[in-house]
């Protein structure tokens, strides 16, 4: 008679999903910002139309430094940020 534990079963892990990490801002001139992910690293036009806020506060370009997490809503144009929220230092 052969009895079977769970613990000397064969364990299965479960395959994770990918750590996927919020773009992050890499370089900011006076009209420009490059973001990058994981994957891609896209530099993207700021105009005097782009709305800016930091840490939930409306800022301007100044204000938006490397290392800090953002989110980017393009414009109509894909290569002019229209709206950009940082958050950080």
Same mark, same amino acid.
């Given at each position: 008679?052969v009895?079977?534990?769970?613990?000397?079963?064969?364990?299965?892990?479960?395959?994770?999903?990918?750590?996927?990490?919020?773009?992050?801002?890499?370089?900011v001139?006076?009209?420009?910002?490059? @973001? #990058? $992910?994981? =994957?891609?690293?896209? &530099?993207?036009?700021? !105009?005097?139309? *782009?709305?800016?806020?930091?840490?939930? /506060?409306?800022?301007? @370009? #100044? $204000?938006? =430094?490397?290392?800090? &997490?953002?989110?980017? !809503?393009?414009? *109509?144009?894909?290569?002019?940020?229209? /709206?950009?929220?940082?958050?950080?230092?």
């Amino acid at each position: 008679m052969v009895v079977v534990s769970p613990s000397f079963a064969g364990s299965r892990k479960k395959a994770s999903a990918p750590v996927q990490h919020p773009p992050v801002i890499s370089s900011v001139t006076a009209t420009s910002i490059t @973001v #990058a $992910d994981d =994957k891609v690293t896209k &530099t993207l036009t700021i !105009t005097q139309f *782009t709305e800016i806020n930091v840490n939930g /506060r409306k800022a301007v @370009v #100044a $204000d938006l =430094k490397p290392g800090m &997490t953002v989110s980017v !809503t393009l414009d *109509t144009d894909p290569s002019r940020a229209s /709206r950009i929220n940082a958050t950080g230092k």
